[in-house]
């Protein structure tokens, strides 16, 4: 597949298409991000746990800026006019082929003309739909991510509608040659899975209620030595206000400390900033943040828990746990080596079908 920064180059050898039977509560595609143009103002924005967006697109033989659909808790309804190779990750919904249970974090063959659609699930809060050959709509800046703010790429720059039509593009052989297997195991059903997929060790930690690791961030001193403990002591609840662009945690309210300490020029911020407004309710900054704010920073959460926090839904507990930068850069390593192999070990699997049915 064409990495997601060629434009329409991957539309031209377009085969297929899906269309949105349901719209769900909120379904936008998403890559991995929009870089390189944060000094002019247009945020990276990608999908909100990352880790999962990749794990699907490794599933099903695409690379990883290819871009897939992240569905927000359920709803969600697709019809595929093709035999489709396809991998659901994530949390928020379980995934249906008419009505049967589908293996979630598994490449699973999808006959054409089956509806795939997402029931809602105990936990979690946004699943992740990927397609051998990734969603073919055009490139903007060199991403095809939505971010909706600005009506900047996916289909229109909104989220999907009922109706809408998303082009398909060619999978790999790879993929193509374990769709072909799949097509053959399946006999008349509608779906088929290989007895392999991603194991539940390779998982991040998911919880309703995390912990969340965070570096002290740049104005974190200035903070009275009260709230300082309660930031850390304390429970804080996901808001029904929060969205893509930060979560909303109500709480203790936290002060700085002294007269007038608030004052700040507008700075540099990234997914996982934790902001402290005015109101002394701290905001995680999320994947569609701003480039630049104004409130004191008093904490960084770890890149690596980052997919911890994008599933926690409206109502969830969230605690956080203090650690050092070395340590937070430790972990980040880690998880992109655990990474890294499991994408070993799904290509040494694809080629291993490629070699038999390719």
Not at 65 to 92: H, I, K, M, S, W
Not at 182 to 202: C, I, N, Y
Not at 300 to 321: C, H, I, T, W, Y
Not at 339 to 352: D, K, S, T, V
């Amino acid at each position: 597949m064409a990495p997601s920064g060629e434009g329409d180059s991957l539309i031209m050898q377009n085969q297929s298409s899906a269309y949105v039977v349901k719209s769900g509560l909120f379904t936008t595609v998403q890559d991995d991000g929009r870089f390189g143009h944060q000094r002019i103002g247009v945020p990276v924005g990608g999908a909100m746990d990352g880790y999962a967006l990749r794990a699907a697109n490794a599933l099903v033989g695409n690379g990883p800026r290819a871009a897939a659909l992240e569905l927000t808790l359920a709803g969600f309804a697709l019809r595929l006019d093709a035999d489709a190779l396809v991998a659901v990750t994530g949390g928020g919904s379980s995934p249906t082929v008419d009505g049967c249970p589908l293996p979630a974090w598994r490449a699973v063959f999808v006959r054409r003309g089956a509806e795939l659609a997402f029931a809602p699930a105990a936990s979690g809060c946004r699943a992740y739909l990927a397609i051998a050959g990734g969603f073919a709509v055009p490139a903007v800046l060199g991403s095809r991510g939505t971010h909706v703010p600005s009506r900047l790429g996916g289909l229109d720059g909104r989220p999907l509608r009922a109706g809408d039509a998303l082009p398909v593009g060619a999978p790999e052989p790879a993929a193509a040659a374990l769709l072909a297997k799949l097509r053959g195991e399946a006999g008349d059903a509608a779906w088929a899975a290989p007895a392999w997929g991603v194991s539940p060790h390779a998982l991040p930690a998911y919880d309703d209620h995390p912990v969340v690791r965070v570096t002290p961030g740049p104005e974190y001193e200035r903070f009275a030595p009260d709230s300082l403990r309660l930031f850390l002591a304390s429970a804080f609840v996901v808001s029904s206000r929060s969205d893509r662009m930060g979560y909303r945690l109500d709480g203790p309210r936290l002060e700085l400390a002294g007269a007038g300490a608030g004052s700040l020029l507008s700075e540099p911020v990234t997914a996982g900033t934790v902001q402290v407004p005015p109101d002394g309710l701290p905001v995680v900054l999320m994947a569609d943040r701003q480039t630049t704010g104004g409130y004191p920073r008093i904490a960084q959460v770890s890149e690596a828990d980052l997919p911890l926090l994008a599933q926690a839904r409206p109502g969830a507990q969230v605690r956080f746990e203090l650690i050092g930068h070395a340590e937070s850069r430790q972990w980040l390593l880690a998880v992109r080596l655990e990474e890294l192999m499991l994408r070993a070990g799904i290509g040494m699997r694809m080629r291993e079908e490629t070699e038999r049915y390719g």
